[in-house]
C-alpha cells in the first residue's frame, strides 16, 4: 500500500467513526438515576430522574422555568430554558445535566416528557 492509499483509508474510517459516535450520541438515554444518588461527582453529567411534579416557578421576564420534582427518595430543581404547559403533582420524566447553583445540585434540563 502507497502513503496516498494509506492516508484517504484513514481519512474515511475516521469519517465513519465520527458519524458512528454522532449518532450514537443522540440515541442512547442515560441511565435512570434516583434524586438520592446525585451526588456533586455527578456534576456536568447527563442523568435521566423520574417524579412528581411538587412546584413549578415561572419567569416569564426571562422566559425561564423552575420545577422541583421529588421520588420516594428526595427533590431536586430542574430548569428549563423555555417554559412549558404542565401542572402540579404530573409525573415526569426528565434528561439533563447536573449543574450547581448556589451550593444546590440542580438538573439542567434537556428533555422533558409525561408519564
Request: glycine content about 4%; overall charge positive.
Amino acid at each position: 500500500m502507497n502513503n496516498q492509499t494509506l492516508l484517504k483509508t484513514s481519512l474515511i474510517v475516521s469519517i465513519i467513526g465520527i458519524i458512528i459516535l454522532l449518532v450514537l450520541m443522540n440515541t442512547v438515554k442515560p441511565t435512570q438515576i434516583k434524586i438520592i444518588n446525585i451526588k456533586e461527582q455527578n456534576l456536568n453529567q447527563k442523568v435521566q430522574v423520574i417524579g412528581n411534579i411538587a412546584q413549578i416557578k415561572t419567569y416569564k421576564e426571562s422566559n425561564f422555568q423552575i420545577i422541583t420534582i421529588n421520588d420516594s427518595t428526595g427533590k431536586i430543581d430542574v430548569t428549563i430554558d423555555s417554559p412549558i404547559n404542565i401542572t402540579k403533582n404530573n409525573t415526569i420524566s426528565v434528561i439533563g445535566k447536573i449543574t450547581e447553583y448556589k451550593n444546590n445540585l440542580q438538573i439542567q434540563a434537556e428533555e422533558i416528557t409525561l408519564k
